[in-house]
């Protein structure tokens, strides 16, 4: 059994620590704004220079709670406490990452070129986020309950906000980039927002901790069922971005091919990086790691592209809806396998089943054929043949996905195996559905153009 005193010493350094990150997120979100509003070079590149540091402390935490559960016996208490926070670092280390993009802004000079309204707009915005962020740290030193219902309507309002601020961008005057540009800022407001409403339900089920069972494997804690459903965290996004996708300011080219291919050669750059990191039989790869951190930022980048296109342009190949909801998608892609990278940090190398690098290959050959799809929508044809290739792939994902889970609650792996190799094995399902998402909206362009 675990010695009282010893848990209660090593919790409050845990939780030390995880307020130490709370307050740091909280507090780059609001000079990343500073920075951008003001144009202060000095306090944005101190921005992100401060997210490297949050990375290094969430590393830091990620290796103490893993140390403790190899070298310790754990009750089951204790042990939902420390899988809780386990899966709460992520989301941490995110927001950070959110903050450093929007600091990023204020080298480009945005925040001389927007309107005063559009400022108070993202000075309206920040504090909102700052607020919740705030709450969010407050309830977990209290381990205050219902701390993710009562976010729900800062969060509301973080996505009016963000709506507006589209419109602000849009409006007659505004330059093309500026208006993208705008639409990003409130992309970033509005998950930074969704990341404290995630981590408040977390919160939440700490402070009512669910109980693991007396013997054999546990009680399944809360998956990625817990976090804001995927129709949810992408539907204020949508909100937000679907004005933008309908500008029509100047003449523009037909270059929506070429990022399209971009974005979709960038997701097999991700999914293979991937796939060496579940595959590394040496430990924990920080090489493939960083590619797969590195491919999330390039699909950001590119996405910002198209959107600065579908704003520039008077004739597209193909319905503005459409154009924005596939750059939205192929973007989805890469953002669903660094959710899987993330969670596959805190599984032990050696402990990981056959299915999950099978299913990490299965995704790499699912990212060919989107390849090899994208460039069918230019030549229109050969698009059958790759559509069908696709739904076969993600139909072997689901089996291997349910063959993985078989072998979880086989008897062989620990009840903390269990739970993290579970989470890993549905961010990789869910990055495989992300592909056949892509594949459906290419399905219905070539459809509406037949």
Request: with cysteine; proline share 2%.
């Amino acid at each position: 059994m675990t010695d009282h005193g010893d848990w209660n010493g090593f919790r409050r350094r845990v939780d030390d620590s995880v307020a130490v990150l709370f307050a740091l997120v909280t507090e780059s979100i609001g000079w990343a704004t500073v920075a951008l509003l003001d144009q202060d070079i000095d306090r944005a590149r101190a921005v992100i220079d401060g997210d490297e540091g949050i990375d290094a402390r969430c590393d830091d935490l990620l290796s103490l709670i893993k140390e403790r559960l190899s070298t310790s016996m754990v009750e089951p208490e204790q042990l939902e406490n420390l899988i809780a926070v386990l899966q709460m670092v992520p989301e941490l280390e995110r927001t950070a990452d959110l903050s450093e993009h929007i600091a990023k802004h204020s080298l480009e000079h945005l925040g001389g070129q927007i309107s005063p309204r559009s400022r108070g707009l993202i000075q309206a915005m920040s504090d909102v986020a700052v607020k919740m962020w705030e709450s969010t740290g407050h309830a977990y030193r209290q381990r205050a309950r219902d701390a993710g219902f009562s976010l729900g309507d800062a969060d509301d309002e973080l996505d009016e906000l963000a709506g507006q601020l589209v419109a602000e961008g849009t409006s007659e005057g505004n330059s093309p980039d500026v208006a993208a540009n705008l639409a990003l800022i409130a992309r970033f407001y509005e998950r930074i927002g969704d990341h404290a409403v995630n981590l408040g339900r977390r919160i939440d089920a700490m402070a009512a901790p669910r109980r693991l069972g007396r013997v054999g494997l546990p009680r399944p804690l809360p998956d990625l069922d817990t976090d804001l459903t995927t129709k949810e965290k992408r539907g204020g996004v949508r909100r937000v971005m679907h004005r933008l996708s309908k500008l029509r300011v100047v003449p523009g080219d037909d270059g929506f091919f070429v990022l399209f291919r971009s974005a979709a050669s960038n997701a097999r750059t991700c999914a293979s990086a991937l796939a060496d990191l579940v595959a590394s039989s040496d430990g924990l790869d920080d090489e493939a790691l960083g590619r797969v951190r590195d491919c999330e930022r390039q699909g950001d980048e590119i996405t910002v592209d198209l959107l600065r296109r579908l704003d520039a342009s008077f004739v597209t190949p193909y319905d503005r809806e459409d154009i924005h909801a596939l750059a939205e998608e192929l973007d989805d892609v890469v953002d669903d396998m660094l959710s899987a990278a993330s969670r596959f940090q805190l599984v032990a190398t050696d402990k990981r089943p056959d299915e999950m690098i099978e299913m990490a290959s299965v995704l790499v050959e699912m990212t060919d054929e989107m390849v090899s799809l994208i460039d069918c929508l230019e030549a229109r044809d050969g698009a059958r043949f790759r559509l069908e290739r696709i739904e076969n792939l993600e139909r072997r994902a689901d089996s291997v996905f349910q063959r993985g889970l078989a072998t979880l609650f086989g008897g062989e792996y620990e009840a903390l195996e269990v739970i993290k190799l579970k989470d890993v094995l549905h961010s990789l399902e869910g990055s495989c559905n992300a592909v056949e998402v892509v594949s459906d909206v290419v399905e219905s362009i070539l459809v509406k153009t037949s």
